[in-house]
């Protein structure tokens, strides 16, 4: 069983950064695969970003590629969301998610509450 708790979300200007973190329990996150998902107002949720076992592999939605940098901690059992340049388009909720085995785009064991993200234009 793995519980994940998101923050760092908030409110920022077009342009601006954020940075998320999602914080595991259990002893096992290591052997998971962890990613980042999102839902904005009135649309369906959203592949963000997904992050190998180890942290040698990453993946990215072609939306936010070049501009977002996901990243994990085994030690501190916390993933993390890097997002720069943000657009008004970004505003979402975002979910952290996890999974045994290699990574999905889709499907997922365990999912935070999520944090919200809003940029301003």
């Known amino acids: 069983q793995v519980q994940l708790v998101e923050s760092g979300g908030g409110l920022v200007q077009a342009g601006g950064s954020l940075r998320l973190s999602c914080s595991a329990s259990g002893r096992t996150f290591s052997s998971h695969a962890m990613g980042w998902f999102r839902q904005p107002p009135g649309k369906e949720r959203q592949f963000v970003a997904a992050i190998n076992w180890s942290g040698s592999r990453t993946y990215y939605a072609d939306s936010v590629k070049g501009r977002f940098t996901i990243s994990r901690d085994n030690a501190k059992n916390t993933v993390f969301l890097q997002m720069d340049s943000l657009k008004p388009e970004d505003t979402a909720v975002y979910y952290c998610?996890?999974?045994?085995?290699?990574?999905?785009?889709?499907?997922?064991?365990?999912w935070g509450q999520g944090t919200q993200v809003t940029v301003s234009s």
């Open positions: 998610a996890a999974r045994q085995g290699v990574v999905d785009y889709r499907e997922y064991d365990y």
